[in-house]
């Protein structure tokens, strides 16, 4: 039997986190107190009443047969109902609204909906990694918005050779953004608007962490800008609104050619999500938002424990607006991949490295606020207390570190273009 797999498949990255996952299992196995904030996977449980939900609705026997192709319409209603009373942002539910599993599908998908080989995809430069996959798989290639801390982590669309914005079909943007916690304003989505009308680039602006607003501060949604349901789509999840990511439910909403796109896809892969966890997310949708609230309100409380924890100590962090605190590595700690494995081996924390989001995510770590206070306070301390190693490379040196695989990074996928090497 002949098991090679395809070059496509073989050209797909592994994930730098189970690798760390596999790691922190073996340091707890052998007994270390290790603290895992390297992942997003929210440690609270889903509230209650979506729960019992689930509990009835699996009881109807209507639940166990296969689900419309394209998921009930209920589901679709309630999805837009949230938007109009969140965002105020109408959506016809039936041509404007996909439901996907979990937005990280929807994420890979629009790239195989739209790109040929060899188009161009701008992509946010440090980006949650899963948008490369869907990029590779359409055998497309991507070309770096950079995210710089000076302009708030936000693309600098002014900076973009013409000529790659004429190539550009696709571009992905993320705010709250992962891994950075930035937030973008209303003036930012109108630029955006314009650039994408002007250059024919279809916008998939990822919303995941969209309804945890930190601080009071409801973050704006893409589609409330005139013209956004024009030129993109938006994708939700209900993973970190609800604690839900294991239930695997999202949604993306906008341009209908896209939803239909998106929609014929997924006909093929799958019949549409479980029908009682569709049912289940009308609850979490359409139900009491107190715990929304109080989720947001505890990312408060943790933030303000990390950093208290870390105030006067070599680190400095701006305020995050999410769940990831996104900490610049002080001087004289080297590389962020070279850094996160030594806190991991030293403090017994696990972190993850800028530079698996991309180039530009070097000279810092994610830190996840998915543990409770007294264990980011822990964090905080062993942080504050690692000692500097006598010889380290600084951060902003070339890296050439054996811990970072080079096929998780798009920079040295072949698919990936820089400025000036478009053919
Ligand atoms: C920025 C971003 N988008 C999308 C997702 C995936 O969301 P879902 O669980 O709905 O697939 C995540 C998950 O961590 C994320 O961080």
């Not at 929609?263 to 929304?292: C, K, M």
Request: proline share 9%.
């Amino acid at each position: 039997m002949r098991t090679e797999w395809a070059g496509l498949l073989q050209s797909l990255p592994r994930s730098s986190f189970a690798a760390t996952g596999a790691r922190v299992d073996d340091l707890l196995r052998s007994g270390e107190d290790v603290i895992n904030l390297c992942q997003g996977n929210p440690d609270l449980p889903t509230p209650a009443h979506i729960v019992e939900a689930l509990r009835t609705e699996v009881l109807d026997p209507v639940t166990h047969r296969y689900p419309p192709f394209s998921g009930l319409l209920e589901l679709k209603n309630a999805i837009s109902a949230w938007y109009a009373r969140h965002h105020g942002v109408r959506l016809d539910p039936e041509t404007e609204v996909a439901i996907l599993f979990g937005a990280k599908a929807g994420l890979v998908e629009i790239s195989q909906c739209f790109l040929n080989p060899g188009d161009v995809c701008l992509m946010p430069d440090p980006a949650f990694p899963d948008y490369w996959a869907g990029v590779i798989l359409a055998r497309a290639r991507m070309h770096p918005l950079p995210l710089r801390r000076s302009n708030g982590f936000l693309p600098e669309y002014d900076c973009l050779d013409p000529a790659v914005c004429e190539r550009a079909k696709l571009m992905f943007l993320n705010y709250p953004n992962n891994p950075t916690s930035a937030t973008a304003p209303r003036e930012f989505y109108e630029d955006t608007v314009r650039f994408a009308a002007r250059h024919n680039v279809i916008v998939a602006s990822d919303f995941a962490y969209g309804a945890l607003g930190l601080d009071g501060q409801l973050p704006v949604s893409f589609l409330e800008t005139e013209g956004a349901k024009e030129v993109g789509v938006e994708f939700i999840s209900l993973s970190k609104t609800f604690n839900m990511a294991g239930w695997r439910i999202g949604a993306v909403v906008g341009h209908r050619d896209v939803i239909a796109a998106i929609n014929l896809l997924q006909e093929h892969y799958y019949v549409s999500l479980p029908p009682f966890i569709q049912r289940a997310a009308i609850a979490a949708l359409t139900g009491p938002q107190d715990a929304v609230r109080q989720l947001a309100k505890t990312y408060e409380r943790r933030r303000d424990v990390l950093l208290d924890g870390l105030e006067g100590s070599a680190w400095s962090l701006d305020t995050p607006r999410s769940v990831f605190a996104w900490l610049p590595i002080p001087p004289g700690r080297g590389g962020s991949v070279a850094f996160a494995d030594e806190l991991l081996s030293r403090a017994h924390v696990a972190v993850a490295p800028g530079r698996w989001f991309g180039e530009h995510g070097e000279g810092y770590v994610r830190v996840s606020l998915l543990a409770p206070e007294d264990r980011l306070a822990e964090v905080a301390r062993r942080m504050a207390d690692l000692p500097i190693p006598a010889t380290t490379t600084p951060h902003h040196a070339p890296q050439h570190d054996p811990h970072h695989a080079p096929q998780h990074d798009p920079h040295h996928s072949p698919n990936h273009s820089t400025k000036g090497t478009l053919s």
